[in-house]
């Protein structure tokens, strides 16, 4: 069965303190990985989409990694705006119906 | 450009009520989806389409309906409405890859 894991399922952090946060996943044959931002009361936001190992993509303070089993969403000095739930999704074996995981809750203190 | 538009944001339904959540969107997008977002849960596929006239269930189908009679519109409708059907609906769509999501529905059933 595909399967998407994230964690830690919440992260504190101070502002500045640089961390990274864990998506893995099982599926046959991957077609894609896409990283979601998602603010309270609202829908989640796009964010990257990787295909292969080693490809990383940047977003300001975000950078996405990709190997053959999980995925990071790296933070680099975080500040209080990039307090959100950030959700990873993969397509499911057979169609672009997407898996999430059940998300990280990051919470970035002054 | 409006995205994916979602009626209403909130509702309150009794038990035994039916009512349609509404979903539009102006991009031209083939594919439409419906999930619902329970707290600690990610979001769950319900019923998605690959474009007007063709729908299928996705994980969580039961006590849902939905048509696609037009591109553009995506109507879930929900028949004998019960608690478990308490959540937040989100429709979204995708040329064939990344989603774009509405703001939401938070529907309660009491």
């Known amino acids: 069965e595909d399967q998407v894991t994230q964690s830690p399922e919440a992260l504190r952090l101070q502002e500045g303190e640089s961390s990274s946060l864990n998506c893995s996943y099982t599926v046959s044959g991957l077609r894609g990985l896409f990283w979601y931002r998602q603010d309270p009361g609202k829908g989640p936001e796009f964010l990257f989409t990787?295909?292969?190992a080693g490809e990383e993509k940047e977003k300001e303070r975000l950078k996405a990694t990709l190997t053959k089993k999980e995925s990071f969403l790296h933070i680099t000095a975080p500040k209080p705006e990039d307090s959100a739930t950030y959700l990873c999704a993969v397509p499911n074996t057979g169609f672009q119906k997407l898996v999430f995981g059940t998300g990280t809750r990051l919470l970035v203190s002054p | 450009n409006a995205g994916v538009t979602q009626t209403p944001k909130f509702r309150i339904l009794k038990i035994g009520q039916s009512m349609t959540l509404q979903c539009t969107q102006d991009m031209n997008h083939n594919y439409m989806y419906w999930y619902r977002q329970d707290p600690g849960m990610g979001l769950k596929l319900i019923y998605y389409s690959v474009g007007a006239g063709i729908t299928d269930k996705g994980e969580v189908p039961n006590g849902y309906n939905v048509s696609r009679s037009t591109t553009e519109d995506f109507p879930l409708r929900l028949e004998l409405a019960a608690p478990s059907q308490t959540s937040v609906y989100f429709c979204?769509?995708?040329?064939?890859?990344?989603?774009?999501f509405g703001s939401g529905t938070r529907l309660t059933v009491v």
């Open positions: 990787l295909y292969s």
């Open positions: 979204a769509s995708s040329p064939g890859s990344e989603n774009t």
